[in-house]
């Protein structure tokens, strides 16, 4: 360990810091002590999560040192004679300085509450590299908790079995009011057991010391979070008002810190968001028509027999009819609105949501009863099976009901001034946006009497309700407003600083631009603008689905896998344009071409795909026999957000066009029209930089995978020609900017990409493999994977290897493998450029088919 003194503040860091971590952890400090919020930019591989948790819990025992001084105070600043003591006024004015007393509001007395930190980010894979990051520094004998789902922390088994997250929530709270659940049983004998509080843990460790001592983990989690130092916990756990209360989250006095805080504008607005579709409310008026009938005969039953039902509701028929009316009523009010003949939609006020639930008698002061009922409609559904015919789905109408007024009136009426109004005080926030609803003969032919028993009419075409947030302010204005100590938003890719914190409509007088801990020798950057064969390279919607466009990008890959040692990640704007682009390629022998050299994985939109995805790029960048995986990704997804491909796992990222969202969505339409009304009102940005901002923010995202430590080094290539326009340009991360080069003809960006490689591998430290072979995993190569076979590998193994790299298909379903089988002694090579003066060192992999054998392919190649 090594102990610095930053700002008054003893720092325990792993190692000597870099300058720019020490830069980053003086800003942190200046932010808890001057009680002051911040937002803190730091390139991805900087080692801003340790750096974060060290400044941060570093000045929380300076802070817990001045409070216990304060309390023997009289035992210091006195000597034996009564006279003050000069050693005693010197430790408390060192002690004040480092706790930052007297900067702040919040200096009192030694009974004031100790600060927790609260540390938010968006997932919980995120939230467990954290954790691991504490278990490597000296904090970590402070108290931990973190918090997540039932979903994830509940190992009773049949709450397990519950497909929904709200039949899981009813289930567990019905059998543990019941004390039927022995695991919430056994919390109070177990809460003292040090396994819980000796280390911290993260989600899964939390599961298996829980499994371990037959212990609820979801209900430990809430009794650990009481002593807790600090609280790890996601986005929406910290933004929303009913998460809050239902996980008891105070932030009276407390620090808030935002990782990964690029998200944060996003899950701001989507948590105060909701769209109420006419499936939701069929569904809805459904579920409480079967269940009034149901409900109906119990009644009747008890009162004919004299009898009780073994598990009566809560609730009565008299109670589902009104409901029932009330939905009814709130359907043909949403159809009675007209629309626009061509089909698209209709805007109001976010005022206007208020005043259609006022008709249906739902306010401020009902919508509580309103939601306690349809609370108990859902528990009854889902612990009750004698209901499971009537609730085959466990009441997700009336669930997602539950959530809409949930969202609706979350907002504390204290909220607004005095003498305004609540709902006019949102209307500055939201929009109601009112459209025909897509999909739904679809939703309905699935409903229909599968025996065609029934002749009814066709359903007209229902409408959807959106109720949406186009600010992040507001979430964040309401954070402010429960005295929180310090908010610390920090990320890799915050830039431009002042733009972001308009946005959040709360001061943040502390900004931090960090550069990287980098050297200019390990990071190369291209703006590749023509292809192979000098196509202009442009994903733009006009051009993105010309054949001729997607083979020339398909054949600056194959060059690309032919040269980058390891892995490489292949970036796409979207899933359509990925999927055209694998449709194209398929087709046109490229990816039979890109497997030569590199197995192809494709990310799939499902979690458990997606495990078993990366899972195969790891095994095929280990594998001794290929020459690394190609992972074929979208910006925004799972690929581009908080995975770590450090070293072999990712060598090179290739993007391959600017991710803007759909310019013609309704609410990136009325996003941008938000914000150009705001603009007139406020410092903020246009509609326009904001659009321009989305891209240029995933497209940063995507870059951080490639460089992911101080020893790391990578190629960052940029190929669509918009990217050298001055405005694009400028927005890319501030630590790789001035190393951006365009390149007119591919031939020239191939050859420095090379010597790149080249001189990495020679001067560069190589990570070890890490499978447990003995053979090392190579760097660059110019062989086809197939012939980079050692001793002892068979040549069938190694064809069967390489034609599983080609079976893309199974990740996008429109691709048709050619029912041709290809020879694997075909090799797409061309020997010149098609781009005028290219000289033989400038020559790169065409769309030519040339016979050649194992032993000359590998010769051939190395001529580029």
């Given at each position: 360990?090594?102990?610095?003194?930053?700002?008054?503040?003893?720092?325990?860091?792993?190692?000597?810091?870099?300058?720019?971590?020490?830069?980053?952890?003086?800003?942190?400090?200046?932010?808890?002590?001057?009680?002051?919020?911040?937002?803190?930019?730091?390139?991805?591989?900087?080692?801003?999560?340790?750096?974060?948790?060290?400044?941060?819990?570093?000045?929380?025992?300076?802070?817990?040192?001045?409070?216990?001084?304060?309390?023997?105070?009289?035992?210091?600043?006195?000597?034996?004679?009564?006279?003050?003591?000069?050693?005693?006024?010197?430790?408390?004015?060192?002690?004040?300085?480092?706790?930052?007393?007297?900067?702040?509001?919040?200096?009192?007395?030694?009974?004031?509450?100790?600060?927790?930190?609260?540390?938010?980010?968006?997932?919980?894979?995120?939230?467990?590299?954290?954790?691991?990051?504490?278990?490597?520094?000296?904090?970590?004998?402070?108290?931990?908790?973190?918090?997540?789902?039932?979903?994830?922390?509940?190992?009773?088994?049949?709450?397990?079995?519950?497909?929904?997250?709200?039949?899981?929530?009813?289930?567990?709270?019905?059998?543990?009011?019941?004390?039927?659940?022995?695991?919430?049983?056994?919390?109070?004998?177990?809460?003292?057991?040090?396994?819980?509080?000796?280390?911290?843990?993260?989600?899964?460790?939390?599961?298996?010391?829980?499994?371990?001592?037959?212990?609820?983990?979801?209900?430990?989690?809430?009794?650990?979070?009481?002593?807790?130092?600090?609280?790890?916990?996601?986005?929406?756990?910290?933004?929303?008002?009913?998460?809050?209360?239902?996980?008891?989250?105070?932030?009276?006095?407390?620090?808030?810190?935002?990782?990964?805080?690029?998200?944060?504008?996003?899950?701001?607005?989507e948590s105060s968001s909701f769209d109420l579709t006419a499936y939701d409310l069929a569904s809805c008026v459904e579920e409480l028509d079967n269940l009034h009938k149901s409900v109906a005969e119990i009644e009747v039953l008890n009162e004919k027999f004299h009898t009780e039902s073994s598990t009566p509701?809560?609730?009565?028929?008299?109670?589902?009819?009104?409901?029932?009316?009330?939905?009814?009523?709130?359907?043909?009010?949403?159809?009675?609105?007209?629309?626009?003949?061509?089909?698209?939609?209709?805007?109001?006020?976010?005022?206007?949501?208020?005043?259609?639930?006022?008709?249906?008698?739902?306010?401020?002061?009902?919508?509580?009863?309103?939601?306690?009922?349809?609370?108990?409609?859902?528990?009854?559904?889902?612990?009750?099976?004698?209901?499971?015919?009537?609730?085959?789905?466990?009441?997700?109408?009336?669930?997602?009901?539950?959530?809409?007024?949930?969202?609706?009136?979350?907002?504390?009426?204290?909220?607004?001034?005095?003498?305004?109004?609540?709902?006019?005080?949102?209307?500055?926030?939201?929009?109601?946006?009112?459209?025909?609803?897509?999909?739904?003969?679809?939703?309905?032919?699935?409903?229909?009497?599968?025996?065609?028993?029934?002749?009814?009419?066709?359903?007209?075409?229902?409408?959807?309700?959106?109720?949406?947030?186009?600010?992040?302010?507001?979430?964040?204005?309401?954070?402010?407003?429960?005295?929180?100590?310090?908010?610390?938003?920090?990320?890799?890719?915050?830039?431009?600083?002042?733009?972001?914190?308009?946005?959040?409509?709360?001061?943040?007088?502390?900004?931090?631009?960090?550069?990287?801990?980098?050297?200019?020798?390990?990071?190369?950057?291209?703006?590749?603008?023509?292809?192979?064969?000098?196509?202009?390279?442009?994903?733009?919607?006009?051009?993105?689905?010309?054949?001729?466009?997607?083979?020339?990008?398909?054949?600056?890959?194959?060059?690309?896998?032919?040269?980058?040692?390891?892995?490489?990640?292949?970036?796409?704007?979207?899933?359509?344009?990925?999927?055209?682009?694998?449709e194209v390629w398929q087709e046109s022998g490229v990816s039979n071409s890109i497997s030569q050299y590199k197995t192809m994985v494709v990310e799939p939109r499902g979690k458990t795909q997606f495990v078993e995805a990366m899972e195969q790029f790891y095994d095929k960048i280990n594998d001794p026999t290929?020459?690394?995986?190609?992972?074929?990704?979208?910006?925004?997804?799972?690929?581009?957000?908080?995975?770590?491909?450090?070293?072999?796992?990712?060598?090179?990222?290739?993007?391959?066009?600017?991710?803007?969202?759909?310019?013609?969505?309704?609410?990136?339409?009325?996003?941008?029209?938000?914000?150009?009304?705001?603009?007139?009102?406020?410092?903020?940005?246009?509609?326009?930089?904001?659009?321009?901002?989305?891209?240029?923010?995933?497209?940063?995202?995507?870059?951080?995978?490639?460089?992911?430590?101080?020893?790391?080094?990578?190629?960052?290539?940029?190929?669509?020609?918009?990217?050298?326009?001055?405005?694009?340009?400028?927005?890319?991360?501030?630590?790789?900017?001035?190393?951006?080069?365009?390149?007119?003809?591919?031939?020239?960006?191939?050859?420095?990409?090379?010597?790149?490689?080249?001189?990495?591998?020679?001067?560069?430290?190589?990570?070890?493999?890490?499978?447990?072979?003995?053979?090392?995993?190579?760097?660059?190569?110019?062989?086809?994977?197939?012939?980079?076979?050692?001793?002892?590998?068979?040549?069938?193994?190694?064809?069967?290897?390489?034609?599983?790299?080609?079976?893309?298909?199974?990740?996008?379903?429109?691709?048709?493998?050619?029912?041709?089988?290809?020879?694997?002694?075909?090799?797409?090579?061309?020997?010149?450029?098609?781009?005028?003066?290219?000289?033989?060192?400038?020559?790169?992999?065409?769309?030519?088919?040339?016979?050649?054998?194992?032993?000359?392919?590998?010769?051939?190649?190395?001529?580029?």
């Amino acid at each position: 360990m090594v102990f610095l003194k930053i700002r008054g503040v003893d720092v325990d860091f792993p190692f000597e810091p870099y300058a720019c971590q020490r830069s980053y952890m003086e800003k942190v400090i200046q932010c808890l002590q001057e009680g002051t919020n911040g937002v803190l930019e730091s390139p991805t591989g900087t080692g801003k999560t340790l750096c974060l948790l060290c400044a941060t819990l570093a000045w929380r025992s300076a802070y817990v040192a001045k409070m216990q001084f304060e309390g023997l105070k009289q035992h210091f600043t006195k000597d034996e004679e009564g006279q003050s003591s000069t050693y005693g006024q010197m430790l408390a004015n060192q002690l004040g300085g480092a706790a930052g007393w007297g900067n702040t509001e919040q200096t009192a007395g030694p009974f004031m509450e100790i600060p927790k930190i609260i540390y938010a980010s968006r997932t919980h894979s995120q939230l467990s590299q954290a954790v691991a990051e504490l278990k490597n520094t000296s904090y970590s004998n402070l108290k931990v908790c973190i918090l997540g789902s039932r979903e994830q922390l509940c190992i009773h088994p049949e709450v397990q079995e519950q497909t929904s997250n709200s039949a899981k929530v009813h289930m567990c709270k019905a059998k543990t009011s019941s004390r039927l659940c022995v695991f919430h049983n056994n919390l109070d004998e177990k809460k003292s057991e040090k396994e819980f509080s000796e280390a911290p843990l993260d989600i899964e460790d939390l599961v298996k010391v829980g499994r371990k001592h037959k212990v609820c983990p979801y209900y430990m989690a809430r009794e650990l979070k009481s002593s807790a130092d600090i609280i790890f916990m996601p986005y929406n756990y910290l933004l929303d008002p009913k998460s809050r209360k239902a996980h008891s989250v105070d932030l009276k006095n407390h620090i808030i810190v935002f990782d990964e805080a690029h998200n944060l504008e996003k899950m701001c607005e989507e948590s105060s968001s909701f769209d109420l579709t006419a499936y939701d409310l069929a569904s809805c008026v459904e579920e409480l028509d079967n269940l009034h009938k149901s409900v109906a005969e119990i009644e009747v039953l008890n009162e004919k027999f004299h009898t009780e039902s073994s598990t009566p509701p809560d609730f009565s028929a008299t109670e589902l009819i009104k409901l029932k009316s009330m939905l009814l009523e709130l359907e043909k009010k949403i159809d009675s609105l007209p629309l626009p003949a061509n089909g698209s939609g209709i805007t109001k006020p976010g005022s206007f949501l208020y005043e259609l639930f006022a008709e249906l008698q739902i306010t401020f002061e009902t919508a509580p009863i309103l939601l306690e009922v349809l609370d108990k409609v859902v528990s009854y559904a889902t612990t009750n099976t004698g209901t499971s015919v009537v609730f085959g789905n466990k009441a997700a109408g009336v669930s997602k009901l539950g959530d809409v007024l949930k969202i609706a009136f979350s907002h504390d009426s204290s909220a607004a001034q005095p003498g305004s109004n609540l709902a006019n005080v949102l209307s500055n926030y939201y929009k109601v946006y009112v459209k025909p609803e897509e999909g739904f003969q679809k939703k309905s032919k699935a409903n229909a009497d599968p025996w065609g028993t029934t002749s009814s009419k066709p359903k007209k075409q229902g409408r959807t309700l959106s109720y949406w947030c186009f600010s992040p302010g507001h979430a964040m204005q309401d954070l402010a407003r429960h005295g929180v100590h310090s908010i610390i938003l920090t990320s890799g890719t915050l830039s431009p600083l002042e733009s972001f914190t308009a946005e959040m409509h709360i001061d943040f007088p502390v900004h931090l631009e960090n550069p990287h801990v980098i050297e200019r020798h390990q990071v190369w950057l291209g703006m590749v603008t023509k292809g192979p064969d000098g196509v202009k390279l442009n994903s733009s919607y006009e051009n993105r689905n010309s054949t001729d466009y997607i083979n020339s990008l398909g054949n600056a890959i194959v060059n690309f896998a032919r040269i980058v040692p390891n892995g490489l990640l292949v970036f796409f704007p979207s899933y359509p344009v990925m999927n055209k682009c694998l449709e194209v390629w398929q087709e046109s022998g490229v990816s039979n071409s890109i497997s030569q050299y590199k197995t192809m994985v494709v990310e799939p939109r499902g979690k458990t795909q997606f495990v078993e995805a990366m899972e195969q790029f790891y095994d095929k960048i280990n594998d001794p026999t290929l020459n690394g995986a190609a992972f074929f990704a979208v910006c925004r997804g799972k690929v581009s957000e908080g995975l770590d491909f450090a070293d072999i796992n990712g060598r090179a990222v290739v993007i391959t066009g600017l991710p803007f969202p759909p310019r013609m969505d309704p609410k990136v339409v009325l996003k941008m029209a938000f914000l150009d009304e705001g603009k007139n009102a406020a410092k903020g940005l246009t509609g326009r930089q904001w659009y321009r901002q989305q891209a240029s923010r995933a497209v940063n995202q995507a870059i951080g995978r490639v460089i992911r430590h101080r020893l790391d080094y990578g190629a960052i290539l940029l190929c669509d020609h918009r990217f050298t326009y001055a405005d694009a340009r400028a927005q890319l991360p501030s630590w790789v900017r001035p190393y951006a080069t365009t390149y007119n003809t591919f031939g020239q960006a191939i050859k420095d990409l090379t010597s790149f490689f080249k001189t990495a591998d020679r001067t560069l430290p190589q990570p070890a493999a890490k499978n447990k072979t003995k053979v090392p995993v190579t760097t660059a190569s110019f062989q086809p994977s197939h012939s980079r076979v050692t001793a002892g590998v068979s040549g069938a193994s190694c064809r069967n290897s390489c034609q599983e790299a080609r079976r893309i298909d199974s990740h996008v379903p429109s691709l048709r493998r050619s029912p041709e089988p290809r020879s694997f002694d075909k090799l797409k090579v061309g020997y010149t450029s098609h781009e005028p003066g290219a000289t033989n060192q400038e020559t790169c992999v065409q769309h030519r088919t040339v016979r050649c054998t194992e032993g000359s392919g590998g010769q051939e190649g190395r001529r580029s």
